[in-house]
C-alpha cells in the first residue's frame, strides 16, 4: 500500500522528534499515515523529510504547539483519525526543577488540551509516552507495572500526573458517559537508543548531551574530549549505573503493536514498559561503543549525579503477553546504528 489516500491516519504529537520519526516510518511501514503536529522546539521538520526518503511516503506535518486547541480542531476536522499517539513535550530531568511550570504547561496542560480536542471529535484512542522514571527508585530490579510509582523531580511528576489524568479519563462518568469509549495505553519507556539502519534519523540533542548515549557517541567522534562517569561507587557489577537501554526502532515497533492491540481491548487504560528486561552498565556501554564505532572512548570517573539510581531495568513480560511484542535488538546493533547515525550527522540536523 502507498498511496497516501488508502492509509489510515494517525496523529503523532511531537512526531518530528527523535522517538516520534523513528514511530513515523514504521507506522508508515505498517500502511498508516502518519499526521504530525509539533512545534518543533526541540527538533527540526528535516527529520520528516528523512521518513519521507526512508519509505517514500510524505507524513503530513502542522507546525502547531498542542496547547493550542484552535488550530489543533482544524488537524482533527481535516483529517479521520483512528487514534493519537502523544509524544510531544519535554524531557530534560535536570532543566525540569529549572523551569517547572514551563514543564507542567508543555507537559500536563498539553494533554489536557489534545484530550478536550479528542473529546470533540469522539476520538477515543490515545497512546501516550510516559517513562520508567514513574519507577522513582525501585525497591528492586527488575521492575514490573505493578509498582509503585514515585518521582523527585518536575519532569517525572509531569509523567505521572498525566497517567493519572488519563486513568480519570478513561474511567470517567460524567455528561458524555454514554459517548465514553476512552481507550488509551500508557507506555513506559526505559532508554531509548539507536537508529534507523538508515542513518537518516537520530537523536539530535540540542548542545551538550544529558544523555549517556548521545555524549558517548559525540566524545568518539572528537566533538568531545572525554565522557564523565557519573559514580562507580553504586551497587551494580561494576560500581557505575545500570540500565535497560532499548533500541529506538524496538521502541517503534512496540507503538504499532500497542495501536493494534487498541483495536482488540474494551474501553480502559493500561500501563505497559517498553524495555529489554538487560540492564547493562556505564562501563559496558562505553566497551560496546568503542567495539562498535572502531573508536576510543577515554572517560573519568566523576561524582554521582544528583537523583540518579543504581539500577534500573524492566520486566517486560506484560507487553509480550498483551500487546505480543517483544524488544528484538541487542546492544551491538543500538551501537552500530548509533555510530552511522552520528558519522553520517556529526552535527545532526543541521547542515
Ligand atoms: P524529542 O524532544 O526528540 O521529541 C519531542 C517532540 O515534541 C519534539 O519534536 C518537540 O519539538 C515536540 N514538542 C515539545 N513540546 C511541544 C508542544 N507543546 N507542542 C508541539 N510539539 C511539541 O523527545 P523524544 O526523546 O522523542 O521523546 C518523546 C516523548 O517520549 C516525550 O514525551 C518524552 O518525555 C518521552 N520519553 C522519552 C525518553 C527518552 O529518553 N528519549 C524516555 C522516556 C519517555
Ligand atoms: C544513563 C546512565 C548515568 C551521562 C534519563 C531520564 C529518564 C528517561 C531517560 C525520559 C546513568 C550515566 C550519563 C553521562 C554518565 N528520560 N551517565 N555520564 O538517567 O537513566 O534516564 O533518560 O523520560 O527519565 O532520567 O539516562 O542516559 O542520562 O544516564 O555516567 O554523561 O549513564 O549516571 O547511570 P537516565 P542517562
Known amino acids: ?14 512526531g518530528a522528534g527523535f522517538i516520534g520519526s ?3 516510518v514504521e507506522l508508515i511501514n505498517s500502511g498508516y499515515l502518519p499526521v ?3 512545534n518543533l522546539c526541540n527538533s527540526s521538520a528535516e527529520s520528516l523529510k528523512r521518513v519521507a526518503q526512508i519509505t517514500g511516503v510524505t507524513p503530513v506535518f502542522y507546525q502547531i504547539d498542542v496547547n493550542d486547541k484552535d488550530s489543533l480542531r482544524k488537524v482533527f476536522a481535516t483529517h479521520s483519525f483512528e487514534a493519537v499517539m502523544h509524544f510531544a513535550g519535554l524531557k530534560a530531568v535536570g532543566e525540569s526543577s529549572q523551569i517547572p511550570m514551563k514543564y507542567y504547561r508543555y507537559n500536563v496542560a498539553g494533554t489536557l488540551s489534545l484530550t478536550e480536542v479528542m473529546e470533540e471529535f469522539k476520538v477515543w484512542k490515545l497512546i501516550f509516552s510516559s517513562s520508567a522514571t514513574v519507577y522513582g527508585d525501585p525497591a528492586s530490579v527488575p521492575i514490573d507495572e505493578g509498582f509503585p510509582t514515585f518521582t523527585t523531580n518536575p519532569y517525572g511528576r509531569s509523567k505521572l500526573i498525566v497517567e493519572d489524568i488519563l486513568r480519570d479519563i478513561a474511567h470517567s462518568t460524567g455528561s458524555s458517559k ?12 526505559f532508554n531509548p537508543v539507536g537508529a534507523h539502519e ?3 534519523i537520530g537523536e539530535d540533542p540540542a548542545g551538550i548531551p544529558n544523555n549517556l548515549l548521545p555524549y558517548v557517541a559525540q566524545v568518539a567522534i572528537g566533538k568531545l574530549q572525554q565522557l564523565s562517569v557519573y559514580g562507580n561507587d553504586y551497587d551494580t557489577l ?15 515497533l512496540g507503538h504499532v503493536a500497542a495501536l493494534q492491540s487498541l483495536n482488540k481491548t474494551g474501553v480502559g487504560c493500561r500501563a505497559y514498559n517498553l524495555g529489554t528486561g538487560c540492564g547493562y552498565s556505564v562501563l559496558q556501554m562505553v566497551n560496546a561503543f568503542e567495539k562498535a564505532s572502531g573508536r576510543s572512548v577515554p572517560y573519568k570517573i566523576s561524582a554521582r549525579r544528583p ?18 511484542w517483544e524488544a528484538k535488538y541487542g546492544l551491538e546493533r543500538m551501537m552500530q546504528d548509533a555510530w552511522r547515525w552520528q558519522q553520517k550527522n556529526p552535527n545532526g540536523f543541521s547542515e
Open 198 to 200: 538508515s542513518g537518516l
Open 36 to 38: 504530525v503536529v509539533d
Open 178 to 189: 454514554a459517548d465514553n469509549q476512552w481507550n488509551i495505553s500508557l507506555l513506559r519507556y
Open 22 to 24: 523513528h514511530v513515523c
Open 1 to 14: 500500500m502507498s498511496s497516501s489516500a488508502s492509509r489510515s491516519p494517525i496523529l503523532v504529537t511531537g
Open 307 to 324: 537523583g540518579d539510581i543504581a539500577s534500573c531495568y524492566s520486566n517486560a513480560q506484560k507487553a509480550k503477553a498483551e500487546l505480543g
Open 238 to 252: 561494576d560500581g557505575t549505573g545500570v540500565r535497560d537501554y532499548i533500541h529506538v526502532v524496538d521502541l517503534a
